[in-house]
């Protein structure tokens, strides 16, 4: 099982970016659900939003809802996070793992190398 993420960039405040999670070696909506997390400087790592495998049902940590979405393709096997107004705070290098939604604090797999995301104020 191996996830790639992609779509990370420089932008200023109140910038846009789309992330993208690919995977190889299984079908997302067969079996598990898939969570975005971020780490930002010196902090640990934190889970921000997680898509349900089949009904595509969402859940967003309070830091991001309302400005962050997330959204499946499964015929591209791919996980998107539309990242809007972001702020100084969203910096921080974004993983995407294996998961359930119940309880997206538990991830299957190793982590992959993320994506960086620089928000300059």
């Known amino acids: 099982v191996q996830l790639v993420e992609s779509g990370g960039g420089s932008v200023q405040t109140g910038g846009s970016l789309r992330l993208s999670c690919t995977a190889s070696g299984f079908t997302f909506s067969h079996r598990y659900d898939i969570a975005w997390f971020r780490q930002a400087p010196g902090k640990e790592r934190e889970g921000i939003s997680c898509?349900?495998?089949?009904?595509?049902?969402?859940v967003y940590a309070a830091s991001v809802q309302g400005r962050f979405t997330i959204s499946s393709d499964d015929a591209k096997n791919t996980v998107y996070l539309y990242m809007n107004n972001l702020r100084p705070d969203d910096t921080g290098v974004y993983y995407c793992a294996p998961t359930f939604c119940r309880d997206y604090t538990k991830t299957f797999g190793s982590w992959g190398q993320g994506t960086q995301v620089t928000v300059s104020s």
């Open positions: 898509i349900g495998n089949g009904d595509h049902s969402a």
